[in-house]
């Protein structure tokens, strides 16, 4: 009896006792017995404290003595298995399940297994994995192209159990998007996935509580820690519109009076010992999140750019002409698909779908746009707003070192309002040799000369 076997056996046998599958701590007990691991072994393992894994142990043997009418141990576990042949067992586990009257609701149908083949026991494969997933109200995405790179990076931070993942990026570029376009891809890895929205900027004692009782399924009066169902658990939680938390007229990643404690429960996801992700999805990097992407383990960003290229895509599905003149399209919008559509709604309403007419009025903000990009400017503190509008005359990229005397900023403000801004990602970057220029892309600019 191999691994996978085991597991499947296991898997079954536990939903047959008790309606639920193997979680991940149980998995890994069963992984770490077969291979011979300690407890201490299988915590460090798992990122979790030995006596939590031993209590999971202790239960896990109990529920598995029961159903397979054996004192069951860690020790002599893999010992009985190696007796046992793996159909007497199966057929022990089809007999609790009719004596029971447990309707088995996944992929292996243990009764009509018996029925279709008494003598020839198949293999079974390992018990696929299926989250509970509470998606709240996260969008529908209807169309979704590209963002592979973006997609494998994200995958691979959350299978080297990285433990707090933060997307950023403007407002339509797509975040929530990618977000969502993730989870199929990762599902398998974790037992309970939830998406909230903080769009209302709930406290987060309320948030909390919505979130266990998602995972403790409601069954219980008391409710314990998050953290604790973060460790018995791999959990994934995605918050989605974290700007929401933050204060406006601030600088960036300043939380809103009676929301500070966001921060902690963030640095606490990120510094203690589990098996969780969370995902924030942001405009403002949280303030935390620059000291501790120090430990990649821990933390990690994704800034979100455009879509580049395939943002062609769009406007081959609106039907867009003049297909020369859309790579010009995508560089002044920064390949965003929320303002790309945008435009590209305008030119089709406006100009018949010529792209050649609408660039000739030189106007990038039209309709939503402007209404989307008040959105971020109305967040702005005083110093940044002075910054941006002296950005926004400048007919090139500047250096630090040419702030004029009547921003009337300190060194500091300045400096302070530069860093804020680009943790809003509204200034760019550019590099010229070993000088380092900043400048604002042209529809910002515009807008804030307009
Ligand atoms: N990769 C993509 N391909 C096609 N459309 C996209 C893509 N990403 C986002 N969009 C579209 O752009 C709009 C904004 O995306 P969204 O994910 O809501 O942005 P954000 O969460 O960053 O504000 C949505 O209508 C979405 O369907
Ligand atoms: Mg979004």
């Known amino acids: 009896m191999d691994i996978a076997e085991v597991l499947t056996l296991a898997d079954q046998l536990i939903f047959a006792k008790t309606g ?9 007990i069963l992984r770490g017995t077969l291979e011979d691991a300690t407890y201490t072994q299988i915590a460090q393992e798992l990122y979790s404290s030995p006596s939590h894994v031993r209590n999971v142990g202790s239960n896990l043997w109990k529920t598995l003595s029961k159903g397979l009418k054996k004192n069951i141990t860690k020790n002599n576990f893999r010992a009985v298995l190696e007796k046992a042949n793996f159909y007497n067992y199966q057929l022990a586990i089809v007999e609790n399940v009719t004596a029971e ?27 696929a994995k299926h989250p509970r997933i509470d998606l709240g109200d996260a969008p529908e995405i209807s169309t979704f192209f590209d963002r592979t790179s973006e997609l494998t990076t994200l995958e691979n931070w959350i299978s080297s159990r990285t433990r707090l993942i933060t997307i950023l990026g403007l407002s339509g570029i797509g975040k929530t998007a990618l977000t969502l376009e993730l989870i199929p891809q990762i599902q398998q890895e974790f037992d309970c996935i939830i998406w909230r929205s903080l769009h209302n900027a ?126 010009e399209l995508i560089e002044l919008y920064r390949g965003n698909p929320l303002w790309l559509n945008t435009a590209a709604a ?105």
């Open 101 to 127: 009257n447990i309707t088995v609701n996944h992929n292996v149908n243990i009764c009509s297994e018996k029925v279709r083949s008494p003598k020839t026991p198949q293999n079974p494969e390992p018990t």
């Open 346 to 450: 305008a030119i089709q309403d406006l100009f018949n779908g010529n792209i050649s007419e609408f660039l000739s009025y030189d106007s990038l903000v039209l309709g939503d746009l402007e209404y989307l990009l008040h959105q971020h400017f109305q967040r702005l503190s005083d110093s940044e707003k002075r910054v941006l509008s002296w950005l926004a005359n400048q007919n090139k990229p500047v250096e630090i070192s040419q702030k004029p005397a009547l921003l009337e900023l300190s060194p500091s403000e300045f400096l302070k309002a530069i860093e804020s801004l680009r943790r809003r990602l509204l200034i760019e970057k550019v590099q010229k040799g070993d000088r380092t220029l900043f400048t604002l892309q042209r529809a910002i600019a515009e807008y804030l000369n307009s």
């Open 202 to 327: 709930p406290p987060l004692a309320s948030l909390q509580t919505d979130i266990i009782k998602f995972l403790s399924q409601q069954q219980e009066t008391e409710l314990p820690d998050l953290i604790n169902y973060l460790r018995s658990h791999r959990c994934l939680i995605i918050l989605d519109d974290v700007q929401t938390i933050f204060s406006s007229q601030q600088l960036a990643g300043n939380y809103k009076p009676g929301y500070e404690n966001y921060g902690a429960f963030f640095k606490q996801i990120a510094e203690s010992c589990h098996n969780s992700c969370i995902i924030l999805i942001s405009w403002e990097k949280p303030r935390e999140i620059a000291a501790l992407e120090s430990q990649p383990k821990s933390c990690q960003t994704l800034q979100l750019n455009g879509l580049g290229e395939a943002a062609r895509e769009i406007f081959t599905e609106k039907g867009l002409a003049e297909s020369e003149n859309w790579s």
């Open 20 to 28: 639920k599958h193997l979680d991940y701590v149980q998995d890994a």
